[in-house]
């Protein structure tokens, strides 16, 4: 994404302005900067986003033979009769009980064999035949899907994936802004809406800068939607949310004691606004746990939507979780009941959440295709396909115009004359996304060095 205007555009402007020119230059460098680093993990983040926007689709044709089945009833078979033939065919500890989405799915149980490991057997619900077993792949549906999304998330690297990729997202941010600046109209040379009749340099130019402007609103939206899962950022992010009261409201849990384990760690899958919060507990019990078909009851009796996903306790202490992400952000649940009674202990929906934990929640159901049906999926998906027509473009513009042997980066002014603003704006920058201010002044670093031994070396 390095976006590289034409050499005589830059010279009338500085001959016209002085102090505009320095700023154009600094802005260009920190553009060309910014493409250096974040390039490969834009092209990664794009093609992975890209696939997963139709996970479902994706699993549901690939894995049709244990996802999909006939409707040959109205009626389905009980959660009993279905988790007991599950545990026959794969014997082991019964975790959690998936729902069919729609009728002609398929509905998954997860058991954790002998060896821990935990794997999903698939039950078709109204004859109770198993269809087959795979590894339990948990909110990404199989393998597949899940090796998509650690990719997406460079989760894969563990610590510093998640900080590579938050840098980046911030620095895409930075990329879109710097990219319109340059790319604002000047002269008959920049700001074009439409590709010119050109070819070589000119002509990729002209794609990138096109690109760019009209996919830069989705850029920052895909960006800023992934921040909150981040280490850094989205930390900052939910401790103000909750420092201003617009995260979970306080005392939601006081009714109930709750344990030390955070809810994004129990589950595989918890709203943003939740995720750092303690699980609740059952209240100690010399009883038997109430049977899976009465639990079920007591959740699908307070309108859950259809797909929920019911995760059985695993401690004496521990609550059955129901929990719903639908396709419809509106109808998002989590509901927790007590392993002995049944009775339930919180029941949330996505308007119990605070302002920022409810916009959260709609960002990342948009930004993962779910919220309105196709259309959301084909617009961000057109939007993957830019960012790498982006990278791409920005590649080849740099291979033509690079110097032979060199790195071909904007040049330093000569009297290393900086505008104002240029810091003010890279203050900002490194407060609001704190990684790319670090790398800011990495960067800053190493010009320096580069500039002192230019001028210290004999002529």
Same mark, same amino acid.
């Given at each position: =994404?390095?976006?590289?205007?034409?050499?005589?555009?830059?010279?009338?402007t500085?001959?016209? *302005?002085?102090?505009?020119?320095?700023? $154009?230059?600094?802005?260009?460098r920190?553009?060309?900067?910014? /493409?250096?680093?974040?390039l490969?993990f834009?092209?990664?983040?794009?093609?992975?986003g890209?696939?997963?926007?139709?996970?479902?689709?994706?699993?549901?044709?690939l894995?049709?033979?244990?996802?999909?089945?006939?409707?040959?009833?109205?009626?389905?078979?009980?959660p009993?009769?279905?988790?007991?033939?599950?545990?026959?065919?794969?014997?082991?500890t019964? #975790?959690?009980?998936?729902s069919?989405?729609?009728?002609?799915?398929?509905?998954?149980?997860? !058991?954790?064999?002998?060896?821990?490991?935990?794997?999903?057997?698939?039950?078709?619900? &109204?004859?109770?035949?198993?269809?087959?077993?795979?590894?339990?792949? @948990?909110?990404?549906g199989?393998?597949?899907? &899940?090796?998509?999304?650690?990719?997406?998330?460079?989760?894969?690297?563990?610590?510093?994936?998640? #900080?590579?990729?938050?840098?980046?997202?911030?620095w895409?941010?930075?990329?879109?802004?710097?990219?319109? $600046?340059?790319?604002w109209p000047?002269?008959?040379?920049?700001?074009? &809406?439409?590709?010119?009749?050109?070819?070589?340099?000119p002509? %990729?130019?002209?794609?990138? +800068?096109?690109? /760019?402007?009209? @996919?830069?609103?989705f850029?920052?939206?895909?960006?800023?939607?992934?921040?909150?899962?981040?280490?850094?950022w989205?930390?900052?992010?939910?401790e103000?949310?909750?420092? @201003?009261d617009?995260? =979970?409201?306080?005392?939601?849990?006081?009714k $109930?004691?709750?344990?030390?384990?955070?809810?994004?760690? +129990?589950l595989?899958?918890?709203? %943003?606004?939740?995720?750092?919060?303690? =699980?609740?507990?059952?209240?100690?019990?010399?009883?038997?746990?109430?049977?899976?078909?009465?639990?079920i009851?007591?959740?699908?009796?307070?309108g859950i939507?259809?797909?929920?996903?019911?995760?059985?306790?695993?401690?004496?202490?521990?609550?059955?979780?129901?929990?719903?992400?639908p *396709?419809?952000?509106?109808?998002?649940?989590?509901i927790?009941?007590d392993?002995?009674?049944?009775?339930?202990?919180?029941?949330?929906?996505?308007?119990?959440?605070?302002?920022l934990?409810?916009?959260?929640?709609?960002?990342?159901?948009?930004?993962?295709?779910?919220?309105?049906?196709?259309?959301?999926?084909i617009?961000?998906?057109?939007?993957?396909?830019?960012?790498?027509?982006?990278?791409?473009?920005?590649? !080849?513009?740099?291979?033509?115009?690079?110097?032979?042997?060199?790195?071909?980066?904007?040049?330093?002014?000569?009297?290393?004359?900086?505008?104002?603003?240029v810091?003010?704006?890279?203050?900002?920058?490194?407060?609001f996304?704190?990684?790319?201010?670090?790398?800011?002044?990495?960067?800053a @670093?190493?010009?320096?060095?580069? $500039?002192?031994?230019?001028?210290?070396?004999?002529?």
């Amino acid at each position: =994404m390095v976006s590289i205007e034409a050499t005589h555009v830059a010279e009338h402007t500085a001959t016209s *302005n002085p102090t505009t020119f320095a700023l $154009y230059r600094a802005v260009w460098r920190w553009h060309f900067y910014a /493409g250096l680093i974040v390039l490969p993990f834009m092209i990664l983040i794009a093609v992975t986003g890209g696939i997963y926007l139709f996970k479902d689709e994706i699993n549901n044709t690939l894995y049709s033979d244990l996802r999909i089945v006939e409707p040959i009833s109205s009626r389905q078979l009980a959660p009993s009769v279905l988790t007991s033939n599950a545990l026959a065919s794969y014997p082991g500890t019964l #975790r959690a009980y998936l729902s069919s989405e729609a009728p002609n799915r398929a509905v998954e149980v997860s !058991i954790a064999g002998q060896d821990g490991i935990k794997n999903t057997v698939y039950v078709n619900p &109204y004859d109770g035949t198993v269809l087959g077993t795979a590894w339990d792949a @948990a909110s990404s549906g199989t393998s597949l899907m &899940y090796v998509v999304r650690k990719l997406h998330s460079l989760e894969y690297v563990g610590w510093w994936g998640n #900080r590579i990729i938050e840098a980046a997202a911030g620095w895409m941010v930075l990329l879109v802004g710097t990219g319109i $600046y340059l790319w604002w109209p000047r002269s008959r040379n920049v700001g074009v &809406y439409l590709p010119r009749k050109t070819k070589g340099r000119p002509l %990729w130019r002209d794609i990138h +800068a096109v690109t /760019g402007i009209y @996919a830069a609103i989705f850029i920052v939206f895909l960006a800023m939607t992934g921040l909150p899962w981040s280490g850094v950022w989205g930390d900052k992010f939910y401790e103000l949310s909750y420092a @201003a009261d617009l995260g =979970m409201p306080d005392g939601y849990w006081s009714k $109930y004691p709750t344990s030390t384990v955070p809810v994004g760690e +129990a589950l595989d899958r918890s709203p %943003w606004a939740i995720e750092k919060q303690p =699980m609740p507990l059952s209240q100690a019990s010399e009883s038997v746990p109430v049977a899976i078909d009465k639990v079920i009851a007591n959740v699908e009796n307070l309108g859950i939507h259809a797909g929920y996903k019911l995760n059985i306790p695993s401690t004496p202490d521990g609550v059955f979780t129901a929990s719903v992400y639908p *396709n419809d952000i509106s109808q998002e649940r989590i509901i927790h009941l007590d392993q002995y009674t049944g009775e339930v202990l919180v029941d949330m929906g996505l308007s119990d959440l605070g302002a920022l934990g409810w916009a959260a929640e709609w960002g990342i159901g948009i930004h993962m295709g779910q919220a309105f049906g196709l259309a959301n999926q084909i617009v961000l998906l057109l939007a993957c396909i830019a960012m790498v027509l982006l990278a791409v473009s920005a590649a !080849i513009i740099w291979w033509k115009r690079r110097p032979k042997g060199a790195l071909g980066a904007p040049k330093v002014p000569a009297d290393w004359r900086i505008p104002r603003g240029v810091f003010v704006i890279a203050i900002i920058a490194g407060i609001f996304f704190p990684l790319v201010g670090l790398s800011l002044l990495v960067i800053a @670093a190493l010009e320096v060095s580069i $500039y002192t031994l230019k001028k210290i070396q004999p002529a």
